[in-house]
């Protein structure tokens, strides 16, 4: 079988996701690397004196003292102006990421907590404002170059250096924050986790394998919420101690609650229920990290959003399809539907259910299909997706893209009269008016 058509799982590849997905991980890591990058320049300081004691350079010495003292002020006022900073800069961060979830969808929101330039700005900034607090406690009231035993002089140009990584990092979190705001980034930053989600998963071999007959079923234990995604590598390694193949019934995305049904279990026993804990995560809101559905999801969430009387913004329904039909697109001839996670040995040991074609193009079009009827820009779009999508598609994939532009043409025909109108909106138009 080729290498292509199947991928072994990474262990650690859900605690990853996991921990990009909240946004207290780095802050936390930063304000420990402050705390023993603080501990180490302690060190190098107090060496550094008992050095030059040892060697008599009082008059050096006291030079250091002296330069210490007039950085003393500067530090000072940087650890109390910090966070004041802090507070200022997120407070107008948050007012601007609530206005983009409220113009375009509030799954937006999720982008900014992923954002890595957001967790950076705001790790080395409360690191600036430890570090700064840490090194004020490494002064010492003595001046006499005899008596001293440490003089921050290492953690005094650390503490500078660091306020000159926060502005430039201010700089780069501001125009991060304003391309949020902003519908052309947010929908490329949708498309390109889709694309991402899509190429970690394994090439579906056409025509499956064959599993063993049914033999047990294991129910969903825990609080009820949207499954998020599963501990694959866990599965497959629990599966093939016990001989059997695990399919998963749920698709990722769906919601469960306790007693349902989450794994079948095929040609053997099923595992006790010790080997199979953390191996199925639940979660208030779905995410991109074996969702294959969820950037069409977001896409045509903001899709109809625009479409609405109140916003009435086609333009941006428009550039939301042009991200729909460019992963259509590349999904077109790819093979779809159960993929098959294999051992080392390359056995089948857990069977996982994605999204068909049709599914795909169900949820990319319908929608937003369902409100194009009295938006010429937005039907004229459609059609040309759908005449692209029907050229790339093989013959037995066309069936659901015929099926929507015939619902759209009717739709058209049924509620504009005139037949100029009509016309107008049923001419294909890869931008809708251009």
Known sequence: MSDRSYRRPRLLSPLREHLRDTFWFAPTAGLVCAMLLWWVADEVDARLVAYLKDQEAYEELGDLISFAEDTKTIVTTISSAMMTFIGVVFSISLVAVQMASGQLTPRVVRIFVRSRISKLTLTVFLSTFLFSLLVLSSYESETDPRRVTSVPLLQSVLTILLVLLSLFLFIGYVSSTLRLMQIGPVVERITRDSFQVLHRQPVVVPGGARLPPETARIAYQGRAGVLLDVNVARLVRTARRQGVVLRLIPRIGDFVVPGTPVLAVHGGSAPPRRALRYTVSVGVERTFHQDLAFGLRQ?????????????????????????????????????LGEVHHRDRRGDVRLVQDVPGWTDLVDLGLAEMRLHAQGNPQVSRRILAGIDDLLLLAPEERREPLVRHRTLLVQAVERTVPEAAEREFALTPDHQGIG
């Open 299 to 335: 896409l045509s969430d903001i899709g109809l959003r625009s479409l609405s009387p109140a916003v009435n913004d086609p333009t941006t329904a428009v550039q939301c399809l042009d991200r729909v039909v460019q992963f259509l697109a590349a999904v077109a001839r790819r093979p």
